[in-house]
């Protein structure tokens, strides 16, 4: 994977995640990362994955969006992808009956440290089909979790919880202005714009890209016009 864009404010999260992971601790542990949508839980855990697995890992995967996978593919395939692509076995997920993991596929775990995230899981049952027997993992493996709902690392007593919480106003009003006018200083003209857009976005990023990119190719009457009728974004809750 590759993220491509400008990223901001993460570098100090990436760095509050790796000391949760205890890299280098000989146990198995599983990490949450919490937060409501937008707020860049995948962002920050696929910036984890890039930076970690290929050089603190024997094998590894990410499964993108396990709760619409989930509900549109079923658990078993889940289950086939995620062990296919640690194992480095396609046939793996060729398989046309129900996948039960052998004894010997165990075994060749068990000598694997391995670092999977599981991306946007919204319940403990998806979490469990898809990590049960963990503990069959080398010493020194990591599992990451991103969810909009604790209950699923509450219920599966995830090792550590990580709250992602929005940016603060500086990276707001820098990210809203790469989106909005492609520099991340614009004139001093529209610093009411600026102020009403970062208000309204709250810190969440997936806002704040979309509410600039909307705004990019308007002009300041219609950029005024249209966040005067924007209606405020809820409490963020969790």
């Not at 600039?212 to 249209?226: I, M, N, P, W």
């Amino acid at each position: 994977m590759h993220i491509n864009g400008h990223l901001i404010g993460i570098e100090k999260t990436i760095k509050e995640i790796e000391s949760k992971l205890c890299i280098g601790i000989k146990d198995v542990r599983i990490i949450g990362i919490w937060g409501m949508g937008g707020i860049g839980k995948t962002t920050l855990a696929s910036a984890v994955f890039q930076r970690l697995s290929y050089f603190q890992f024997e094998s590894y995967c990410f499964l993108w969006n396990v709760r619409e996978e989930y509900l549109r593919r079923g658990p078993n395939y889940l289950r086939k992808k995620l062990l296919s692509e640690l194992l480095s076995d396609e046939s793996i997920l060729r398989m046309d009956t129900p996948f039960v993991a052998s004894p010997f596929i165990h075994d060749k775990l068990s000598r694997k440290k391995v670092l999977i995230v599981l991306d946007d899981v919204d319940s403990s049952i998806h979490l469990e089909a898809l990590v049960e027997g963990y503990d069959h993992f080398a010493p020194g493996s990591r599992i990451i979790v991103t969810t909009r709902n604790m209950q699923v690392l509450i219920k599966k007593e995830a090792d550590d919880i990580y709250k992602l919480a929005g940016l603060n106003e500086t990276e707001s009003l820098e990210l809203f202005n790469l989106h909005a006018f492609g520099k991340s200083s614009p004139s001093k003209d529209y610093e009411l714009l600026l102020n009403r857009a970062t208000s309204y976005a709250d810190g969440n990023p997936l806002a704040l890209k979309v509410l600039g990119s909307f705004l990019h190719s308007k002009s300041t009457d219609e950029r005024e016009s249209a966040l005067k009728k924007l209606k405020p974004l809820p409490t963020r809750t969790f």
